[in-house]
């Protein structure tokens, strides 16, 4: 079955970082883009960076553009998100998602776009 797995959240001071890990079983990330999202109570789920089946294209949400990256081991076939100077309003469940993508360059931060996803790990960035 295709599952995936986040891990690595957790609580954070201000100006913290944290990476979080996506680890995809059965099938392999080489064909497929990935999505990271969040939510908070009472708001849709917003995209938060992607990259593509190959890598070699990825895209950020601005409000964490220059402090976040994502990437991918292939040999691991799992995708990270490292999070550097977090701040309070990055507070927020975190869900990666998959979906199978014959563009090696093309990545994705429509939440409908995915057909799997993990069940979320919490990030709270607080004093």
């Known amino acids: 079955q295709l599952q995936l797995v986040e891990s690595g959240g957790g609580l954070v001071q201000p100006g913290g970082s944290l990476r979080l890990s996506c680890a995809a079983s059965?099938?392999?990330?080489?064909?497929?883009?990935i999505g990271w999202f969040r939510q908070t109570p009472g708001n849709e789920r917003e995209g938060v960076s992607c990259?593509?089946?190959?890598?070699?294209?990825?895209d950020y949400w601005h409000s964490v553009q220059g402090r976040f990256t994502i990437s991918k081991d292939n040999a691991k076939n799992t995708v990270y998100l490292q999070m550097n100077r977090l701040e309070p309003e990055d507070t927020a469940v975190y869900y990666c998602?998959?979906?199978?993508?014959?563009?090696?360059?093309?990545?994705?931060?429509?939440?409908?776009?995915?057909?799997?996803w993990g069940q979320g790990t919490q990030v709270t960035v607080s004093s």
């Open positions: 059965g099938f392999t990330l080489e064909h497929y883009a």
């Open positions: 998602a998959a979906t199978e993508s014959f563009s090696g360059y093309a990545c994705y931060f429509t939440p409908g776009v995915y057909d799997y």
């Open positions: 990259i593509s089946s190959s890598g070699g294209s990825t």
